[in-house]
């Protein structure tokens, strides 16, 4: 099993900053894919960001001018930051982690909470 576990999230004032971690454990492909997703009341789920274990990255057109990912010096940890904030981008933000390999499978973080408003 794998474990997901965000954080970073909070209030946030238009035009500023944040940054989002997420933290991995348990039994984790070398092989995998991270990513965030972000969720918006009444919504589903959709991809902000993601990055595969070689370095690949994608980060969604709606944000590609304000988003970075990466992944953190500690090993199966996520980051995302993302500037110029506008109160369109208050969502729940999930850290997803997906792999095909021994330990394969679709993990999902409990999601940490970003609220853009002055």
């Known amino acids: 099993q794998v474990q997901l576990v965000e954080s970073g999230g909070g209030l946030v004032q238009p035009g500023g900053s944040v940054r989002l971690s997420c933290a991995a454990s348990?039994?984790?492909?070398?092989?995998?894919?991270m990513s965030w997703y972000r969720q918006f009341p009444g919504k589903e789920r959709e991809l902000v960001a993601a990055?595969?274990?070689?370095?690949?990255?994608i980060i969604v057109n709606t944000v590609k001018d304000r988003a970075t990912i990466s992944r953190g010096d500690a090993e199966n940890t996520l980051i995302l930051q993302m500037v110029s904030l506008e109160p369109a981008d208050t969502a729940l933000y999930y850290c997803?982690?997906?792999?095909?390999?021994?330990?394969?499978?679709?993990?999902w973080g409990q999601g940490t909470q970003v609220t853009v408003s002055s």
């Open positions: 348990g039994s984790i492909d070398s092989q995998n894919i």
């Open positions: 997803n982690l997906k792999s095909a390999g021994m330990y394969g499978g679709d993990y």
């Open positions: 990055i595969q274990s070689g370095g690949l990255k």
